[in-house]
């Protein structure tokens, strides 16, 4: 069965992500929501930014939409999870139904619904792929998959723990 949900981080928290405050991206495509995919803008003063089709770049998942992030802090900051690691797994839903034998060991791009949610693409499947299928539920309509970490903007950053 194929499915929609937003994406969502469901196995790797501990070793593989970690909570931040961005400033959100301004412009009117930016607002993020549950599931979307972002990443810091150096050129503009880090701001977090919602990933554009086939991103070449990706710095995390958001968990929260941009608007109710902007009153969780005094400053307007939004948090979002990072992702940072080759443990992190993400359900993504799909148009496709997924068939374990067929799609798990293989890499597919992602693709925006028009209702917002990311979905795996399983027609991207060269240069556009960004995610390697590492299981799936059949009867749910769910790829699993990690994050291609030459993608990945902060697959190198670690995190000091007290």
């Given at each position: 069965?194929?499915?929609?949900?937003?994406?969502?981080?469901?196995?790797?928290?501990?070793?593989?992500?970690?909570?931040?405050?961005?400033?959100?991206?301004?412009?009117?495509?930016?607002?993020?929501?549950?599931?979307?995919?972002?990443?810091?803008?150096?050129?503009?003063?880090?701001?977090?930014?919602?990933?554009?089709?086939n991103?070449t770049?990706?710095?995390?998942?958001?968990?929260?939409?941009?608007?109710?992030?902007?009153?969780?802090?005094?400053?307007?900051?939004?948090?979002?999870?990072?992702?940072?690691?080759a443990?992190?797994?993400?359900?993504?839903?799909?148009?496709?139904?997924?068939?374990?034998?067929?799609?798990?060991?293989?890499?597919?791009?992602?693709?925006?619904?028009?209702?917002?949610?990311?979905?795996?693409?399983?027609?991207?499947?060269?240069?556009?792929?960004?995610?390697?299928?590492v299981?799936?539920?059949?009867?749910?309509?769910?790829?699993?998959?990690?994050?291609?970490?030459?993608?990945?903007?902060?697959?190198?950053?670690?995190?000091?723990?007290?």
């Open positions: 069965m194929s499915s929609l949900f937003p994406a969502y981080v469901c196995q790797g928290y501990e070793a593989g992500t970690h909570n931040a405050q961005f400033v959100p991206g301004q412009a009117t495509n930016e607002p993020c929501i549950p599931g979307d995919f972002w990443y810091a803008d150096t050129s503009d003063n880090g701001e977090a930014k919602r990933c554009g089709t991103p770049l990706i710095g995390g998942i958001s968990e929260i939409s941009t608007e109710a992030g902007r009153v969780l802090t005094p400053d307007g900051l939004v948090p979002l999870r990072i992702l940072t690691g443990s992190v797994r993400i359900a993504f839903s799909s148009t496709t139904t997924p068939v374990r034998a067929t799609h798990v060991g293989n890499s597919y791009g992602i693709t925006r619904a028009t209702g917002g949610q990311w979905q795996l693409d399983v027609s991207k499947t060269t240069t556009a792929s960004r995610f390697k299928v299981d799936v539920d059949e009867a749910n309509g769910i790829f699993y998959a990690v994050v291609h970490q030459n993608v990945l903007q902060f697959a190198d950053l670690t995190v000091a723990t007290a």
